[in-house]
């Protein structure tokens, strides 16, 4: 039987192998709202048909129905750990490569141009450049030679 603070698991839709809390239901108790946490792997808030979901044995105390309240009751449940969920490594890609829009391209190329210019040479990077100088001498203009007439 699905309650509030039941565990499932999404068997259909795009979402489905993903578990997730149920947070409410409705009156007619059709439809159940869900909730999980994204770095985990979880479902995202939303609305639900309950012949979608599967319960499981583990159930959490829900103390309201906002997002955090709901992240902390998980997190402190020890469900995670029991059901093996591990941290998802592409969020932090995807978050990376939303933030690179266009006006912050702009921001960033001229952050780095004044970094450049700002920038001091290291101590091995100034004694590269004076080997290079020392080794090769300065170029002078060489005589052009004149071509052999047959």
């Not at 979880?42 to 309201?64: D, E, G, P, V, W």
């Not at 309240?69 to 592409?90: C, H, P, Q, Y």
């Not at 040479?121 to 090769?136: M, R, V």
Request: aromatic share 4%; net charge positive; glycine share 6%.
């Amino acid at each position: 039987m699905i309650e509030v603070g039941t565990i499932c698991k999404k068997l259909s839709g795009r979402e489905g192998g993903r578990y997730c809390v149920v947070v409410s239901l409705d009156e007619k108790g059709k439809f159940a709202q869900i909730s999980g946490i994204a770095k985990y792997g979880m479902c995202r808030a939303k609305r639900c048909n309950i012949k979608h979901l599967k319960a499981t044995q583990f159930k959490i105390q829900l103390k309201s129905a906002k997002q955090e309240d709901i992240e902390r009751a998980i997190s402190e449940s020890g469900v995670i750990t029991k059901m093996n969920l591990k941290k998802d490594k592409r969020l932090k890609y995807i978050k990376i490569v939303k933030c690179w829009n266009k006006s912050s391209k702009a921001t960033n190329k001229a952050a780095v141009e004044k970094r450049e210019e700002t920038k001091k040479p290291t101590q091995a990077e100034g004694k590269k450049a004076e080997k290079i100088s020392a080794e090769k001498p300065a170029k002078s203009a060489k005589p052009v030679k004149a071509e052999k007439k047959k």
